[in-house]
């Protein structure tokens, strides 16, 4: 593989562990540069695996992966100080302060130039909403404030990609907005953010890419509105006679019927065409139409016609 506009990129990326188990199978992923990347699956998809061999964390039992145009896990030594991650919650030092960790971390790292150190420790608890609880020991933090702090170290150095597993885990609404807000503006400043998370919700609103693996196999991925539009919308009927309406849909074919007060959905026919046929047919039967339509397709439908299951969060 040469050097691409990708920042990681796999080829036949697979693992096998011991006993036969595979866990990851023939990966082929392309995530652009200058992307915020959605990776989903549900439970024992190869997700955290995946992020692991990308990160040189395992060595994969074949293919290749190349993170920032170089192999891993050889090139690692060149990689990792260009990558910022938080991989399966942050590891602290309980008996530190937040500000403590944040320079140990920092001292860790032999390009850190120790003498603007305390301005990127304060910046980084800045940027994600800890400055005010920076001295309070690390045990005392509530599970989303070390999901924070563990951000704030990723962020200590400017970045060219950063990997986040589960990056809003623990989180209340505000803070899953700020930190939402935070991986746009990295976004924009250039850095490349591949994030898996639960919240498919969450994904919709803050990614431009995303893949859904299943099994440890990658099924799709694409631009967030090509997977999206690649799966059909439910149509949906507002009208007082639901009855009425649920009978005549089904006459014509619409199936996975459902009525929630005053509106009937349900799995529209495969031509569609067929969709000014219903409305008069339903005009006809006496039901008076107040809206009809077909609703956008969601990530989440989609995610769920692809894998067939709905969203498991330990992938």
Known sequence: MTEPAAVIETRGLTKRFRGGQLAVAGLDLVVPRGSVFGFLGPNGSG?????????????????????????????????LPRVGALIEGPALYGFLSGRDNLVRFDAADPTADPRTRAARVSEALERVGLASAAGKKA?????????????????????????????????????????????????????????????????????????VMSRG?????????????????????????TADAVRVLKEHGVNDLAVADDRVTGEPPVAPADLADLNAALVRAGVRVRAFGTERASLEDAFVALTGEGFDVAG
């Open 139 to 211: 045990r005392a933090y509530s599970l989303g404030m070390k999901q924070r702090l563990g951000l704030a170290a990723a962020l200590l150095r400017p970045r060219e990609l950063l990997v986040l597993d589960e990056p809003t885990n623990g989180l209340d609404p505000q803070g899953m907005r700020e930190i939402r807000a935070l991986v746009r503006s990295l976004a924009s400043g250039g850095t490349t953010v591949f994030l898996s998370s639960h919240l498919l919700d969450e994904i919709e609103q803050v990614c431009t890419h995303a893949a």
């Open 217 to 241: 196999r990658l099924l799709v991925q694409g631009t967030v509105g090509e997977l999206a539009a690649s799966t059909r919308g439910r149509l949906a009927v507002t009208t007082p006679d």
């Open 47 to 79: 997700k955290t695996t995946t992020i692991r061999m990308l990160m040189g964390l395992i060595e994969p039992t074949a293919g290749l992966a190349r993170v920032l145009g170089e192999p891993m896990p050889a090139a690692g030594a060149r990689v």
